[in-house]
């Protein structure tokens, strides 16, 4: 097709085999798109494509994305509001008979619509970061890294120390949006994940005590910074498999950072919320990092 349809906050760019969609930068974007900058979407991850009329005066353009084609789209697990649904182009109502022509073109194109086998749609690429609000998370293509704050985390998660996941011992990722209840990022073990598992297996924590999740609040952890690192993760871990190799240590930690977590060891003594065996522990333990 080679040609270009251009709506509100994207355009997309029709080519052979699949379909460049490149988002604005406006201030009435969605910031999400802000993040994403463009996706270049295979056709072979296209289930369907659905024109319908949109609110004042405008038509709507969509194309469905197969399961398990995309990473981020599986990621949001149907949890985006319709504005920041990135495969969504909506456009003046004077131009549906142009996009009744593309319509009709993809869906000439489509082939396979039942789950995908594979990630087809690329990922965000790492390293990514963002801030929760109980801690910073981190991903560098191998292993996610959760550090506490001070200020938001937990005794648990305290007790528990910075968290170190390589990619090769998990099964997957649990996003829960900021702006719905209880919103957070949770890390999924590999022998945890799985629906068959997932009877037998003992109830999750709270997020807000689970080491292995972080928790959002008020602008910790919005949708566009969380669920990009969450689809980054989801597609490493689905591209590890079940042969993936045995994970590097993680590093040595800078002395000053442990006597930091130290210092702030002793305040949580200090304030009972840690007892003396605990405190003793999770001191040798940090010593024992440096």
């Known amino acids: 097709m080679g040609d270009v349809l251009a709506g509100f906050h994207a355009a997309w760019e029709f080519e052979a085999d699949s379909v460049l969609i490149r988002y604005e930068r406006g201030i009435r974007t969605p910031k999400l798109f802000h993040a994403l900058g463009e996706r270049r979407v295979p056709l072979a991850a296209l289930a369907g494509v659905t024109l319908t009329p949109g609110r004042r005066g405008t038509v709507v353009l969509r194309a469905e994305p197969r399961p398990g084609a995309d990473p981020l789209m599986d990621a949001a697990d149907g949890q985006l509001k319709e504005g920041c649904d990135p495969y969504r182009l909506v456009l003046p109502a004077d131009r549906e008979t142009l996009a009744e022509y593309y319509a009709d073109e993809l869906r000439a194109r489509i082939t396979d619509t039942g789950p995908a086998d594979r990630h087809l749609v690329a990922a965000p690429e790492a390293p990514l970061q963002f801030k929760a609000y109980d801690g910073k998370a981190s991903f560098d293509g191998a292993a996610v890294r959760f550090r506490w704050s ?117 305040e949580l003594h200090q304030a009972g919320l840690v007892t003396d065996e605990e405190f003793s522990t999770k001191k040798a333990e940090l010593l024992a990092e440096l």
């Open 150 to 266: 001070w200020t938001g985390a937990s005794s648990a998660k305290w007790k528990a120390g910075d968290q170190y996941f390589p990619v090769a011992e998990l099964g997957g990722v649990e996003w829960r949006s900021p702006e719905l209840f209880e919103g957070h990022l949770r890390l999924l073990r590999r022998e945890a994940a799985g629906p068959q598992k997932a009877a037998a297996q003992v109830p999750r924590p709270q997020p807000d005590q689970d080491p292995a999740a972080v928790v959002f609040g008020l602008g910790y952890g919005p949708v566009h910074e969380s669920l990009p690192f969450a689809a980054a993760v989801l597609a490493a871990v689905r591209a590890a498999g079940p042969t993936a190799p045995v994970p590097v240590p993680a590093p040595r930690r800078d002395p000053a950072d442990i006597a930091d977590r130290i210092r702030h060891l002793g």
